[in-house]
């Protein structure tokens, strides 16, 4: 008999060593099945996969049905990825999902972007803040550096905060200008930075943070105990000084990346560029942002609406005949 723990624990390793997945990956696998076999646990059902039927997935699908339209997706996604595995493995002979029609609408939100207006008084309020440090030898003013490094690099590259905080110091090539990020499945691009403040400021932190990198096994942004700086702190940080620069919405390292994307849009970049910048597999997911901003759309119609070309004198036209 293959119970779902056994099973559970095959797929997870058959996700690690075979299909290479990130970590986080992993977790979120490892999480939705062990809240399933709770599930199952919970209502008594069997735990032997060849046992587990469209009816224990349906009574599933009611229990989670609270939750956002996203997570019972990715749960539902999960579940199915492991039969599918057990069913090529030959363990189960169908795989239960195989037949069944889930159908979960998710509400179509536009991503949040900030303008350029907002991007600058961030930067602004973090470069000010930085000019005013007195002691260059404190942990204020290497946090203050590393905090705008954060940003540069987050706006430079267009980075997912997963992507940004893995950054080994010999993937950023200062001289060049080359960053090489590591996105989903290993799938490495090359970002340029161009900027020549962006690159002098991450030359100066580079230069302060010498030893700590070296200490944090060689991650670029590194906390005061010399470890690798974490999704959450990097989430906490741009948090912190989006609201010290009074932006009014909550922002989040996502919002620097959709912004990075619908800016450049906005330039009339091609979106298979940003694509690939973005590291997207598909347009589809990129296109997303070819949505019009209220701002723009009213600098577009102002300026290229074709009703401007022309004038006409109503009053004349209605008093005619």
Known sequence: MCTLPIATSEFISHCKFEKNLSSKTI????????????????????????????????????????????????????????????????VVSLNPLRKMRIKIKEPKQLPRALN????????????????????????????????????????????????????KDNQIDLNSGQVIIKGKGEKERIIQICNKETITLLKKYR???????????DYFLVNRFNNKLSDQSIRNIVSALSKKAK???????????????????????????????????????????????????????RTKHPRKDFSIDIFSCSNEG
């Open 27 to 90: 977790k979120a696998y490892q999480t939705d099945l062990n809240q399933f076999q709770k599930f199952l646990l919970d209502k008594g059902y069997s735990i032997d996969v060849v046992k587990i039927t469209k009816v224990e997935v349906r009574d599933y699908l009611e229990v989670i049905s609270g939750l956002k339209a996203k997570s019972i997706k990715r749960k539902i996604a999960t579940i199915k990825a492991m039969f599918n595995y057990l069913e090529f493995d030959d």
């Open 116 to 167: 350029i207006k907002e991007i600058c008084d961030i930067f602004k309020s973090v470069y000010n803040a930085n000019a005013t440090s007195e002691d260059k030898n404190c942990y204020s003013y290497f946090a203050e550096i590393r905090n705008i490094a954060v940003i540069e690099l987050l706006f430079a590259t267009g980075g997912r905060v997963s992507e940004i905080s893995n950054l």
């Open 207 to 217: 230069r302060i943070s010498h030893s700590k990198i070296k200490a944090a096994n």
């Open 247 to 301: 932006i009014q919405t909550h922002v989040t390292p996502h919002v620097f990346r959709h912004s990075f994307a619908t800016l450049l849009l906005e330039k009339d970049v091609d979106i298979k560029y940003i694509q690939s910048m973005l590291g997207h597999s598909s347009i589809m997911t990129t296109q997303i942002y070819t949505h019009v901003n209220k701002e723009k759309q009213k600098q577009i119609l």
